[in-house]
């Protein structure tokens, strides 16, 4: 049995977004089973910062009240800086980790944790020039391929995604934490 079957995972990101870190996660889950949902701030197609379009599926306003087993956030720093400004974004992002389960971000998608305020004692990388804002926010920053924090799963950039895409389906796999 695919170690995602039956969890359905939100990928959270606008326009902007970093292509390989949407596309390379999302093949990851979907291979393991996962039912796999675009959601962003309206129902356009979004546009990666290397030109793929992805078909978005909802949008932040009406995926609110959803209840995902995993959310991954993309990089890409216009992707990051404008979800970070949409609060039923920074509503979901709040709530899931709050309930305790598991995200997936890289590179500038932790931008969006610090407006959720859910980094207090937390430890996370991300793209280096995020980790004055990640330590403010109350998380400590590590340099490292990727690092795992209780289900909260943290890579730097495109060349980690062999490393962020195996822990993500770990993390998800095993659920709430």
Not at 13 to 22: H, K, M, R
Not at 64 to 75: Q, R
Not at 84 to 106: F, M, Q, S, T, Y
Request: hydrophobic share 35%; aromatic share 4%.
């Amino acid at each position: 049995m695919a170690q995602l079957e039956n969890k359905n995972i939100a990928v959270l990101a606008t326009n902007g977004f970093e292509d390989s870190e949407l596309s390379s996660p999302v093949e990851a889950a979907k291979n393991e089973g996962a039912q796999v949902s675009i959601v962003s701030t309206s129902t356009e197609d979004i546009e990666g910062k290397n030109g793929s379009k992805v078909s978005v599926d909802t949008t932040t306003e009406a995926a609110k009240g959803t209840d995902f087993d995993g959310i991954i956030l993309p990089g890409g720093t216009g992707n990051a800086d404008q979800l970070r400004l949409d609060e039923a974004a920074v509503e979901i992002v709040k709530k899931h980790v709050e309930a305790g389960k598991p995200l997936a971000v890289i590179c500038h998608g932790a931008w969006i944790l610090t407006d959720a305020n859910v980094l207090q004692g937390r430890t996370l990388t991300s793209y280096p020039s995020l980790k004055t804002d990640l330590t403010n926010a109350g998380a400590t920053w590590v340099d490292e391929e990727v690092h795992v924090d209780n289900g909260l799963v943290s890579s730097r950039t495109p060349d980690d995604l062999d490393a962020f895409n195996a822990k993500l389906v770990e993390e998800f796999a095993e659920g709430q934490h």
